[in-house]
């Protein structure tokens, strides 16, 4: 009773009226039956309107509809269908008639707001207010309305008072707001769910990159923006434009938004519209020849056959369109051709949808609209005319949509009504009395309806009054005779346990390309694998530059966001799209300098083993024993183990051979070069000795003294080297300094100090032995061996001179090469310095090597 404030007032003038009055009756169109219990329905059955004066200051019009529209009205006659059918199954609702009452709302939310108020509030004339409100409202629940506009409209009045509201066709996702629209349901999915849906459709194809075109009311800018907000949080994809489409025809607004889908490269356009939207639109199009786009539809247009003819095939054939799932309601076509108009003569006649209905599809009239007309050759209706002999949409039952969520719209509330009634304890709201049920308890009942329809689909509503939502997929084929076909390629729907799933059967899908391929839809190219993206400034993300990924960095995937560096002992592929294992680099025995530098140490080896032999053999010569040949035969096995020493530095490092390298290299060299240094001591003294009074002298450099200075002089380097592995040891060590794609294996010193400690042990005896041997390069040749010390002393100093620069210089493995080339040059000239002229005389000139011809010279002199 509440609402009666809304369109009535008090028409007596005292303050304590103890009644109040309709001004006036609303004469709407619509059809109705009467009830126990009546359920209200609002559809679009005619599709145009003049609109007359709705104020309720005067008294109400009726409103003047224009357009019969066949479908709209087999929607109307689906929910009488539907009550009949529900009226003849004892199983529901047992010994309860359901009524209707249905009105046209003209496409207008005028008219339907008017449609809405009536069927809650009734039309009684009078309304006695000091009598208890009780008694079963006019309707309990009202199905629709159509349109996302007017159900907001509508359902914001009929919340405040939990009056509920089915809709079987708006789909504005915001009527899921359960705290503005707490008593709306509806049997078709929310546009979140058909946006979702699209988006899932782009991500199959690939098309990142589209076009959005929405009409200018709540159904087309609520999808616009939970495109908006799910397409970018999905990463399904970018919208290259959105544009509005006009009201009514606008030809410069029309031909402003062809031009943008003209000039864009988004080959896919999304329309979320109705198909009047599309009329203009369309015209536009053929007008620019905008051709090689790839349409989709919502479903307020997918089967728009306006717009399936052979003018605008060229452009729309081939769309993919979501559509409302498609039903099949056994009966229902036997119903509709049961059907007859109301020839009764009351103040109904006129606004009876039926009788509307038989006119518009018998081309007659039940009344003349004016004198003469029968004359004239106009037709009067007997009501008596036979719908199978005429060709109408209106029996075409093929391909039920709305008329099936009409259909389950319906058999919820029957549902919900027969819970309410059941009257069982612990069931909530228990009103068995048919004249005290409310629509408020009928809201708990629909929020736990679960049924499922003879189709096979499951009704049941989420805590925003949504049901569980499923679409089919739709394709426009365009036959080659010219005809066009509207088929089935494939369902998305979402259930209990699996979540939204897409079904596509694409080889269905008819492609309106000369390729019959899905065109390609992107702004920028997916990037390789080996690159990473980079947005372009002022860009959607979905434009974006291909940049190769740095050394050391590889992407093997497409359309990655960053490059991810190698482990460290792995390098990026040329390619850059794997890694692979570093190149290793260290002095190896298989690489042409590393056989040359082994062959040489081997050589050289040899050679003091042959030499050594040599000697040997001729131990009794005096060229052998003179100037101690036990020095000769230790210089000759120091010689020995520094070409041997050098191999330690060729193959991969390892602890051992890092440890042992250098301390090898250092303890075999103080020992040659100390051998050396005696030599040149005994060739002082013994030519020092030769002199008058001076015999004494060398009775200080006899064997014994000699072994002993060349073992203690050898014994400091032995501690040196000892002290070094023991305070910090040389170690191998992986440098990817030199070459970042290289891993070069090398020894670390670990202890400068001691590294240089140990060569410049080594210098400081060579020094000491060049300087001795200069001294006493003036010494009879034949008497001693001063001048060829001297030169390979000079040799030796000179080679490792020059190793110093050269060895820090070097990286990798030719600091090692660098190394070993000294050890052997300055062996090489130690051993050829010292004994080549020896073995020259021992082997060619044996008769020099005779104790007179040594000492001869030197007596003579």
Known sequence: MLLYSYFS??????????????????????????????????????????????SFTSEPQQPTCHGFDVLGFRQAMTMAFAIDEINRNSNLLPNVTLGYSLYDNCLQLGIGFRAALSLVSGQEEQVILHETCVGTPPVLGIVGDASSTRSIAISTVLGLYRVPMVSYFATCSCLSDRQKFPSFFRTIPSDAFQVRAMIQILKRFSWTWAGLLVSDDDYGLHAARSFQSDLGSSDGGCLAYVEVLPWGDNPAELRRIVHVMKKSTARVVIVFAHENHLINLMEEVVRQNVTGLQWMASEAWTAAAVLQTPHLMPYLGGTLGIAIRRGEIPGLRDFLLQMRPDLHQNNSYGTNVVNQFWEYTFQCRFKPPRAGWVEAGGALCTGQEDLKNVETDFLDISNLRPEYNVYKAVYALAYALDDLLQCEPGRGHNYCNLRRLEPWQLVYYLEKVNFTTPFGDQVSFDENGDVLPIYDIMNWLWLPDGRTKVQVVGEVKKSTFKGEELTIDEDKIFWNFETKEPPRSVCSESCPPGTRMARKKGQPECCFDCIPCSEGEISNGTDSMECTSCPEDFWSSPQRDHCVPKKTEFLSYHEPLGICLTATSLLGTFICTIV???????????????????????????????????LL??????????????????????????????KTMVVLAVFKASKPGCEASLKWFGAVQQRGTVLVLTSVQTTICTAWLVSSSPAPHKNTQYDKDKIVYECVVGSTVGFTVLLGYIGLLAILSFLLAFLARNLPDNFNEAKLI??????????????????ISSPGKYADAVEVFAILASSFGLLVALFGPKCYIILLRPERNTKKAIMGRGMES
């Open 649 to 678: 530095f060729i193959g991969r490092p390892r602890l051992w051979t890092c440890q042992l390298r250098h301390a090898a290299f250092g303890i075999s060299f103080v020992l040659c070069v100390t051998c050396i240094l005696v």
């Open 9 to 54: 007032s008090a028409v007596s003038s005292p303050l304590y009226s103890s009644s109040c009055h309709l001004q006036g009756q609303f004469h709407l169109n619509g059809m109705h039956k009467a009830g126990d219990l009546v359920l209200g329905g609002l559809f679009e059955v005619h599709f145009f309107s003049a609109y007359p004066d709705l």
């Open 790 to 807: 001297t030169f390979s002393m000079l040799i030796f100093c000179a080679v490792w001179v020059a190793f110093v620069p050269a060895y």
């Open 612 to 646: 050594l032999g040599i000697f040997i053999y001729h131990h009794q010569t005096p060229i052998v024993r003179a100037n101690n040949s036990e020095l000769s035969f230790l210089l000759l096995v120091s010689l020995k183990l520094c070409f041997l020493c050098s």
